[in-house]
């Protein structure tokens, strides 16, 4: 256990200053409307309005296998009635409920209570439909529980991811890998303790995750012996004309693999976007003998050409901090890196940048911005 005291204590500082940072890319799965004798019809358009509401925040996350999700859940009542003894109306009230959870460990942070109602003549399956239709995508409550679960969290995990890989290292230690595996797995990779939750889980797993092998090029001076033969007398040639000395040519971009035997990277764009203060960069991988056919990538660092380093939070890799990369082998897999807050009057190139997975990494340096 002792072997990861050192990135606990680290770890505890990290968490709790970046916390609020991470809480802005967290996103959400969206599971089905759950709830008693409510319509297919009703659960669809439902359904609908809330994917709608979560994509204006920019919390929905496609599929349904993210670590955390929301689960909506609508109870309702009818009341079946009369409106000047002619009509015949459903009356439906209810309230919809939203949870936002931990899929891996059920554990449930944030939830809130959107009462919900509508009356419609005819029968009640007509009434839950005009309910579904009622609510807005656009209802302030919806940001404000994004934004709620989103700080809880963010808060939960900087109080406790510490202690949480510390439990996980206690089972591990006592022979019950399952169980701290299964206690890593809660932790999103939108969270800054996920890379020392990721390395613990692939020593529990039994893929220790070696340091960088650091290999040392010998230099030996070999003689060489050239056989010069006399030179002739120098022919008297006219002067030649001034030529203006050229302008040095701007430094070529060069990257660093860690093990090139084990995988290939290229750039293939780097575009500034003056409209946004974005730099997009492409990048190309391709897996020749890694670990794994899933690689979990991060860039962890950039600098632009005066030294000045973008913070954690500005540099993502598909939309998130860390991301989990698919590289069958043998086939170039494109990867898309996105640098924000990058001013197009004073960025021209990118000096370093630093790029993170499993055992391996890749170097970049003084990389070109063009911008657009």
Not at 19 to 25: I, K, S, V
Not at 77 to 102: I, P, Q, Y
Not at 180 to 197: D, K, T, V, W
Request: proline share 6%; glycine share 6%.
């Amino acid at each position: 256990m002792n072997r990861f005291l050192t990135s606990l204590f680290a770890l505890s500082a990290i968490v709790l200053l970046h916390a609020q940072g991470t809480a802005d890319n967290i996103r959400f799965s969206l599971l089905g409307i759950a709830g008693e004798e409510v319509p297919e019809a009703t659960a669809t358009a439902l359904g609908t309005k809330l994917q709608q509401a979560l994509n204006r925040t920019g919390a929905l996350l496609d599929g349904t296998d993210g670590i955390f999700a929301v689960r909506p859940t609508l109870s309702f009542a009818t009341d079946d009635g009369t409106e000047g003894m002619v009509m015949d109306l459903s009356r439906v009230k209810g309230d919809l409920v939203l949870e936002a959870f931990n899929t891996a460990d059920g554990n449930v942070f944030h939830s809130v209570t959107v009462p919900v109602s509508a009356t419609a003549t005819g029968s009640r399956e007509q009434a839950l439909k005009k309910l579904a239709t009622s609510v807005k995508a656009t209802d302030p409550v919806f940001v404000r529980f994004v934004r709620k679960s989103r700080e809880k969290i963010a808060d939960y995990y900087a109080e406790n991811c510490a202690a949480i890989i510390e439990r996980a290292q206690v089972l591990a230690d006592s022979g019950k890998g399952a169980q701290a595996l299964e206690l890593l797995g809660a932790i999103s990779p939108e969270l800054e303790c996920y890379e020392l939750a990721l390395r613990l889980s692939a020593q529990i797993g039994g893929s220790p995750v070696k340091p960088d092998t650091v290999v040392i090029e010998n230099t030996v001076e070999v003689p060489v012996y050239i056989e010069v033969e006399p030179e002739p007398a120098p022919e008297v040639q006219p002067a030649p004309t001034p030529v203006a000395p050229a302008e040095p040519a701007a430094p070529a971009y060069s990257i660093k693999l860690s093990h090139p035997d084990a995988f290939d990277f290229k750039i293939v764009s780097c575009k500034g976007l003056r409209s946004g203060n974005q730099i997009k960069i492409v990048g190309e991988f391709m897996n020749k003998n890694c670990n794994y056919d899933v690689q979990y990538m991060a860039m962890k660092k950039a600098f632009d050409q005066d030294g000045n380093e973008w913070e954690r939070s500005n540099i993502h890799i598909r939309d998130y901090i860390y991301s989990n990369i698919n590289t069958p082998k043998s086939v170039a897999v494109k990867i898309p890196f996105t640098i924000y807050n990058a001013d197009p009057s004073s960025v021209s190139s990118l000096s370093y940048i630093y790029i993170d997975f499993d055992r391996y990494n890749i170097e970049i340096r003084n990389l070109p911005v063009v911008w657009e």
